[in-house]
């Protein structure tokens, strides 16, 4: 019997080994970088492969938050009771508002805001799809998965031991497309 390929991203990813926190999306990068597109924004202008954007650190900071990224509104590509979820989550894991913007933005790009999303390649689940190697932080481990404020809880956990911040998060998930 001969192994099968996935095809497409995933299975280039798979080949390669790739074990991102991005919950076996794959992303199209041939389009404008992200870099290229928040630098439209900014300017008003359209984004191009060919234009070349000044590094994040080079803009000015009444341009650009400190952070890099964009942050969402409430409500903008998540469901509500994720968002109400993830306040109750903050609140008991006694993190600042500040995180707000950065967790809602890995909640929005990691799950769409679905609760116990499954990843179909890898053991990631939930709003910050966590790897079983992290499920350790929801509160009851894998029993929590299903139970939005504990699945707020665990990646609120995951990004603070591991960036310390939200907003460092979320920078690094828009430098790599996963955190």
């Given at each position: 019997m001969t192994d099968m390929a996935l095809p497409g991203p995933a299975g280039a990813l798979?080949?390669?080994?790739?074990?991102?926190?991005?919950?076996?999306?794959?992303?199209?990068?041939?389009?404008?970088?992200?870099r290229h597109v928040l630098a439209a924004a900014l300017t008003g202008g359209r984004a191009s492969k060919t234009q070349t954007a000044a590094p994040?650190?080079?803009?000015?900071?009444?341009?650009v938050p400190a952070t890099g990224f964009q942050p969402v509104k409430a409500g903008a590509g998540t469901p509500a009771q994720s968002d109400t979820a993830l306040t109750q989550g903050m609140a008991l894991e006694g993190v600042p508002v500040s995180w707000q913007s950065g967790?809602?933005?890995?909640?929005?790009?990691?799950?769409?805001?679905?609760?116990?999303a499954k990843s179909p390649i890898h053991s990631a689940r939930g709003l910050y799809q966590l790897t079983a190697a992290n499920y350790h932080f929801n509160p009851h481990g894998a029993a929590s998965f299903g139970n939005a404020v504990e699945e707020a809880q665990g990646g609120i956990r995951y990004i603070k031991q591991r960036?310390?911040?939200?907003?460092?998060?979320?920078?690094?998930?828009?430098?790599?497309?996963?955190?």
């Open positions: 798979a080949a390669a080994g790739h074990r991102g926190g991005h919950g076996g999306r794959s992303h199209n990068r041939s389009g404008p970088s992200f994040l650190s080079q803009a000015s900071s009444a341009e967790l809602r933005f890995i909640m929005a790009q990691e799950s769409g805001g679905h609760v116990d960036y310390g911040t939200a907003d460092n998060a979320a920078a690094f998930w828009q430098s790599h497309h996963w955190y």
